[in-house]
Nanobody, 124 residues
């Protein structure tokens, strides 16, 4: 059974940093893209960043480019999202997800495995 478990969320002041982790288990992820999405109250779930498990190819939403960094540790089977220069508009529940290599990376509907989410709150 595939499990994606996020951790590392919390409350931080604007301009601060947080590190989110996603522990992945239950299958091999070699043919997978791992993604981070977020959902703020009253808004749709939106793409944040992604990385291919095997080659480490990354992709970012324009809103986080230059501030967030996604990485993966194949040995530990974890995906990390380093967030810096955080803004109040980054406040959301952040989800880790996995999908096949095919299909648009930014579309939530293409991801078939999801974590339970972790809350990130950025105060002004």
């Amino acid at each position: 059974q595939v499990q994606l478990v996020e951790s590392g969320g919390g409350l931080v002041q604007a301009g601060g940093s947080l590190r989110l982790s996603c522990a992945a288990s239950g299958r091999t992820f070699n043919s997978r893209t791992m993604g981070w999405f977020r959902q703020a109250p009253g808004k749709e779930r939106e793409f944040v960043a992604s990385i291919t498990w095997t080659y480490g190819t990354t992709y970012y939403a324009n809103s986080v480019k230059g501030r967030f960094t996604i990485s993966r540790d194949q040995a530990k089977s974890t995906v990390t999202l380093e967030m810096s220069s955080l803004k109040p508009e980054d406040t959301a529940v952040y989800y880790c997800a996995a999908k096949p290599l095919t299909g648009a990376t930014t579309m939530a509907g293409n991801y078939d495995y999801w974590g339970q989410g972790t809350q990130v709150t950025v105060s002004s």
